[in-house]
Each structure stands twice: as C-alpha cells, then as structure tokens.
C-alpha cells in the first residue's frame, strides 16, 4: 500500500541535497524594467551662451558705430583705425564687383576678402553646431547658406587677382588637381605685374 507524504519546500530541498548533492532548486520570477520615455530637453550649455554673448556685442558695436556715423565722425574713425576702415572697404569693393571677371584686383582686396569669409564661415560653423544643435557632419544650413552668398564673388575676385598678375582666371581650375594649388597660391600672392599685362 503506497503512501503519500506531503513535504514543505525546505524539508525537500534538504533531502535533495543530501541524496543527490544538488543545489535547491529556486525560483524567482524575472524582473522587468520598465522606462517610461520622456522628451529630451535641450539645455543651453556655457558654450551657447558664449556666442550668444559675443553676437550681442557685435550687434552693440554696430548699433554704436552707426549713431557715431550720423555725427559726421567717420573720418575721425577712419584716421584712427586705417586698417580696420581698409579692411572694410576692401570687403565692400568685392561684393560690388559680385560678378566682375574682367579688371584687376590687388592682394590686399583679394586677401582681405579671403580673411573676411573665413571669419564667417567660422563663426556660422560655430553658430550652426551649438545654438541649433546640428550635426558637424551633416547640412549646416547658415554656413552653406553663407558659402554660396560668397561663391561667386570669391571666384570673381580670383580671377581679378590672376588677371593682375598677367594671368588668365581660368587657372583657378587647377586648384582641382590638388597639386595645383601650390602654384595657384604663389600667383595669388604675387606682387603686380604693370608692365606688358594683357590685362
């Protein structure tokens, strides 16, 4: 006749343990975890507040010079700061002659041009990556908005500056060699050639 006895747990976990010289054998139901989603807040770092800074200062400054201008003292600034007025003009000059190939062009108006759209360029790089969060690898939209605003004037007066050393724009296209920049670069510095220039 068979009997039936009814064990607690620990009462059989000791026997199996004996018997056998296994491990008790446990349970535990798995553990979830559960993340609720929540949005990202995009907080406003140092670096933000930096550009942010600087802008306004920027701004302050023009809003400054401008009042100054209307009190007829320009030439009182330009005596001042010549090359800051220089550099200015200069700049002016080339977005004037936004798609003027045929002329001369100095190195102090190419170069200045040159300084004034790497500024730019920097600075919207900058704007672009911390005030509106974009990728550095992705579409930066005021520096290409700002690259071509400056494409073709940069073009023009490149091919002024080769024009003023007696050479022909078109050889800006060897710059597209990579090797070809070494020369391209010796004639945009080169001083200018007045005697026998066909252009």
Not at 15 to 20: C, N, P, S
Request: proline share 4%; aromatic share 18%.
């Amino acid at each position: 006749m068979l009997e039936v006895v009814f064990l607690d747990v620990n009462t059989a976990n000791q026997l199996l343990k004996k018997t056998y010289n296994q491990k008790p054998s446990t349970y535990s139901k798995p553990k979830t975890y559960y993340k609720p989603k929540t949005k990202k807040r995009r907080n406003v770092d140092n670096f933000t507040l930096f550009n942010l800074f600087l802008l306004a200062v920027a701004g302050i400054l023009i809003l400054v010079f401008v009042a100054a201008t209307k009190k007829n003292e320009y030439k009182k600034y330009v005596k001042k700061f010549p090359k800051v007025f220089d550099f200015a003009d200069q700049t002016i000059i080339c977005f004037k002659k936004y798609s003027t190939f045929k002329g001369r062009a100095q190195r102090k108006e190419y170069w200045y041009f040159y300084l004034f759209t790497f500024i730019v360029s920097a600075l919207t790089y900058f704007i672009d990556v911390s005030i509106f969060r974009k990728d550095p690898d992705g579409i930066l939209f005021i520096n290409a908005f700002f690259s071509m605003l400056t494409f073709l004037p940069s073009i023009a007066a490149g091919c002024r500056r080769l024009h003023d050393v007696n050479k022909s724009g078109w050889w800006q296209l060897i710059s597209l060699t990579v090797i070809g920049i070494i020369p391209l670069i010796i004639w945009l510095v080169s001083k200018s050639v007045k005697e026998n220039n066909k252009f």
